[in-house]
């Protein structure tokens, strides 16, 4: 009976060509529990759509949080540039007389007057209109799913993210039919994709709409930032159409953007009607629903560029659709093969596997699929041409998410970028670099009217609307070098291609130029030491308490900025001489940067985070800003500066292990660039900790919600990133020069014990080199180095060295001798 069933319903699949190819490219290779692909989340029950648990797709611009529940279903659909808000002024022009009497008060150690003078003083301006104006990055829309007769109870129930095809699938049986649901953002096509299916003619009925929550009324509240949006408008848009159309934050000056959401049905041996409620399908074997939306953000149209997208993808056979989708995906994301081994946990559903782990259970698959999951999740968030990745990448699930998810430049927008060179998506990492293009101008605004300063800065955090003033407390909104630290991913991304034409460097060198313009305006002669030190600022964003009972952030030559000065002005030096540009400001930047007070070492042997020796009120605090020359600088490193690296090890001691998601993340790529795998290892389980999804305080700890979303808590993306690079790190290193400056490639620098047995394929140097690498027992069997552009290297395997030169495409094999 049952066979006879199952075939009745490939014979009814084989009359619709088109859904009998899109099910032999997926459901028919959708992997069963007994065959775990390497490269899938996969769960027993539904989600939710939250950043928490539902499962994410995305394009780079568009993507959703699928929940994958049954009876009814719900998508929490994101566009990147939803943002409330708009562009405004925030520099406070009293700022700037009060500078030279806060650098005064905390030259002469007045600390208490210093405190109260900074806080008042060097802060933007933040009333309720600014707050409004700030804005955030909003949901675009839900897609929710009411199925009809779905009321018995689900069996044989799975949902999975396959990371090499950039789906989710759905899929359960109810009574005897089985229902399959699988959804994808399309970037060559620019929507979103879901498919719905059965396996029984006719089972689909239906009602699929569009809806988007309401903003409350502002309320007068010190801490939130809050809008008012319109009731948005649902509409039937001809005969299979839905659309959701809103303006952002009416109310605020000026008025914010114009949303719009637009879904569209394709049914297979049914019908759709479209209706103001949402798009009723009746009796379908399947159907096929588009969504795509957008915001008249920077001018663009969303009436006319939702049509036209959503006309084209239509108009495109869906198994085209998905193969297109499919090879976009993959030409990046096939890049990178890594292969860690496997146990038996890795066999098991995600929240299993990390509570497995959590008991002690080995699973070093575990960690090559949070490589890989950091990797897809780039891939999906920050494509060429898009803004880049925020706080929560690109998926929101409301109208308020933390932080407003924007983009911190105090650690977190830069974590985000950590991945995207190492692990060879150079591509993905534009965004970032046209955003800091973005910021030159506004950040030129506040370096002049808040420091009288040339060039151009941005302090703690920003958004789309070139937000570059101090926070709105100075305590953590004080730190002037988040410019100079952004610009540095210009030089790595640079370093990274190997080129000798420097044409990148050239595209972005009003940036470049800038932030070197702002380090030498902003940096002061210290009257003691006669040293050039950063100041105002603070080491983000640990107090300490002075001699005299004071606690404060506020200080002059924080250890981080310093070493961001020093890191920037010497790229700039040579990246000035590259380019032909410049040449009396590098002058100037060389002797400046041989005028820095360097951080010293304490009496604790631990490197210290501030000039003097404070008492740290947190010592375990999440930040770790005071290495910033061990990771992502370079200018510590445990053979070109071994006593700096034994300092940088016992303030990671100080530290310990513990932390948001992120600063585990960091701690991990510390440990990489101290050599020491198995701590780093350590560290990574701790950031694979299961956190439940309704933790959302950071007193809990980092880990990983059931989604494998970074908990910081609450959910910020920024440990993703950071653990992938922090992985590849781990087994590759390339930031290290001989004296003649050739890049050295470090090959598995500080590989964990618990990764006796691997490879890894796909990694990128500095210098554009590609490396492959094959382990066995904790040793390298053999690597091979592929030169993209012919410039000479060092490998390195512990105590082997191998200088060559290869031609531009050519490959070296290189064995270590066999062990003693
Ligand atoms: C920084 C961190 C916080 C948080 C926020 C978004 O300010 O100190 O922990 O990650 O960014």
Known sequence: MKSRSSLLRLLHLARHPLAFAALATSSLLFATPSTPSPHTLWYRTPGEASVTNGLPVGNGRLGALVAGTVATDRLAVCEQTVWSGGPYDFDNPAALAALTEARRLLFAGDYARAHSHISRNLVCKWDLTERRNFGSYQVLAFLDLAFDAHTAEATDYRRELDLATATVRVSYRLDDTIFT???????????????????????????????????????????????????????????????????????????GLRLLARLRAVPSGGTVTATEAGLRIEKADSVILYVDGSTDFRGRDPEADTAARLAAALSKSFPRLQADQVADHRKLFDRVALDLGTSPASALPLPERLAAVKGGQPDPALAALYFQFGRYLLISS??????????????VDNLRPPWQSDYHTNINVQMNYWLAQTTNLAECAEPLADFIDTLVEPGSRTARVHYDAPGWTVHTMTNVWGYTSPGSSASWGLFPMGGPWLAQHLFEHHDFSGSPDPAFLRRHWPALRGAAEFILGWLVEDPSTGKLVSGPSNS????????????????????????????????????????????????????????????????????????????????????????????????????????????????????????????????????ARLHDGDRAHALLLNLFNPVSPRTTSMRHGGGSYPNLFCAHPPMQIDGNFGGAAGIAELLLQSHAQTAENTTVLDLLPALPSAWPTGSAKGLRARGGFLVDQ???????????????????????????????????????????????
């Open 181 to 255: 649901r699988e959804i994808f953002a399309s970037t060559p096509d620019q929507v979103l994709a879901v498919r719905l299916s059965a396996d029984r003619p006719g089972a689909l009925s239906l009602l699929a709409a569009l809806s988007r929550p309401r903003e409350p009324e502002a309320v007068a509240d010190a801490k939130t930032i809050t809008t008012r949006t319109d009731t948005p408008r649902l509409a039937a848009e001809g005969a299979d159409g839905h659309s959701l159309r809103v303006r952002l934050n009416r109310n605020a000056e000026p008025d």
């Open 382 to 395: 920050s494509r060429p041409g898009g803004l880049p990745a925020n706080l929560q990448g690109l998926w």
């Open 540 to 671: 983000p964003e640990n107090r300490f308490t002075t001699a005299d009972g004071t606690t404060t952030s506020f200080c002059m030559g924080p250890s981080m900025d310093q070493q961001i000065a020093d890191d920037f002005l010497g790229r700039f030096v040579a990246a000035a001489a590259l380019v032909g540009q410049d040449a009396d400001l590098a002058a100037r930047a060389a002797s400046a940067r041989a005028r820095l007070r360097a951080p010293g070492i304490g009496s604790d042997g631990r490197l210290m985070e501030w000039a003097e020796e404070f008492r740290e009120n947190d010592p375990a605090h999440r930040h770790v800003s005071h290495l910033f020359a061990l990771h992502p600088g370079r200018a510590i490193t445990p053979d070109g500066t071994p006593e700096l690296a034994r300092a940088a090890r016992l303030s990671l001691e100080g530290r310990g292990d513990g932390g948001t998601g992120w600063s585990l993340a960091w701690k991990v790529n510390f440990w």
């Open 774 to 820: 094959e382990w066995r027992d904790g040793r390298l069997l053999r690597a091979t180095v592929t030169s993209t552009t012919g410039r000479p290297c060092r490998i390195r395997y512990r105590h082997t060295t191998l200088d060559l030169t290869l031609a531009p495409s050519a490959s070296r094999v290189f064995s270590p001798p066999a062990a003693p």
